[in-house]
């Protein structure tokens, strides 16, 4: 069994409207040394398997297929156990 | 003509689809569940605005794996008229039938309010009866319509003359100020306003009764019958 931990984040180059705005709102606090806010997806799973190298393949094409739409995301994955 | 509308589970644009259907072309409309496994009888399919699966995940991320949309790709491959309207449109995205994706709007406000649009191209089966250039007043309702694209989809997209409708005063930050685009081969379309809501002076437009005209007149070309007036 591992535990599977997904990010999913608004690509780099394609604006992130959520970002800006907090990024706008950490500045107007004070915090001027913030930049390049992104705004992301956190799941969190479990998959019964004891094969890692299959585990990471599986995750990966759940990213592909429904977690993240690569048109416009990124996403990263950690698997525990 | 049959026409089908797709509901799924939080669809909520369904019954004005067929409604409109109804009032302005008077043609066959069923209302088609999402679990459907057939649409070999439909010559066009419209999928209507609304929350599918509650747009969880993202706005059309789980509707795209419903069973009936494997028969929307199949429908869409066999050249009939598929009309996506604005969580039509960001399902048929997701399912990869339109290229690029639907961003949260810039102002991250969901904008509910008449929009004026340009026709771009009047050589598509649902532009037909306008005139390029024509100016028409089609209400959006959404909050994830700011259309992107990365750059070489954009150039095939104005190639391709794919740029369907623009917005005269951009609501959502959208590229190229992009209203709606279809396919390469022009059958099928997404727009995120709402033509479906403007088919009626009572409804304070009817300018979008020509789409669902077009689509008629089109059909009707395609099948050699005589053209509506």
């Known amino acids: ?20 705005a907090v990024q706008g709102a950490l500045h107007s606090m004070g915090f001027s040394e913030v930049s390049k806010v992104r705004i992301g997806k956190y799941m969190a799973f479990e998959i019964d398997t004891t094969d890692r190298v299959e585990a990471e393949e599986r995750v990966r094409q759940m ?11 990124d996403y990263r994955f950690e698997l525990e156990g | 003509m049959n026409f089908a509308v797709l509901v799924f589970p939080g669809s909520n644009c369904d019954i004005d689809c067929y409604k409109a259907v109804e009032q302005t072309v008077g043609q066959p409309v069923d209302y088609v569940w999402h679990t459907a496994t057939d649409l070999s009888k439909y010559d066009c399919i419209l999928i209507p605005g609304g929350f599918s699966y509650g747009d969880y995940l993202r706005s059309g991320a789980i509707a795209r794996f419903a069973p009936v949309m494997a028969e929307v790709a199949k429908a869409a491959a ?41 026709v771009e ?18 209400p959006i309702a959404h909050g994830e319509g700011n259309y992107y694209c990365d750059e070489v989809t954009l150039e095939q997209l104005k190639k391709n003359d794919q740029i369907i409708f623009r917005y005269s005063d951009n609501p959502n930050g959208s590229m190229e100020d992009i209203a709606g685009i ?15 809501r403007a088919v009626n002076q009572l409804l304070g437009s009817e300018d979008g009764k020509k789409m669902f005209t077009s689509i008629l007149n089109a059909w009707r070309e395609q099948h050699d019958a005589a053209s509506i007036g």
Not at chain 2, 121 to 138: H, L, P, R, S, W
Not at chain 2, 185 to 194: A, E, F, I, T, Y
């Open chain 1, 1 to 20: 069994m591992f535990k599977a931990t997904v990010y999913v984040t608004v690509k780099e180059n394609v604006l992130d409207p959520q970002g800006v």
């Open chain 1, 63 to 73: 990213c592909e297929k429904l977690l993240a739409n690569t048109v416009v995301e």
């Open chain 2, 78 to 118: 066999a050249g009939k008229y598929v009309m996506g309207i604005c969580n039509g449109f960001q399902v048929l995205t997701e399912a990869g039938l339109l290229p690029g994706a639907l961003r949260r709007n810039m102002s991250l406000k969901f904008r509910c309010h008449s929009t004026i649009l340009r």
């Open chain 2, 121 to 138: 191209n009047n050589k598509t089966a649902f532009t037909n009866q306008y005139e390029v250039g024509e100016m028409i007043d089609i």
């Open chain 2, 182 to 196: 279809c396919n390469e081969q022009g059958n099928v379309l997404g727009l995120m306003p709402h033509p479906e």
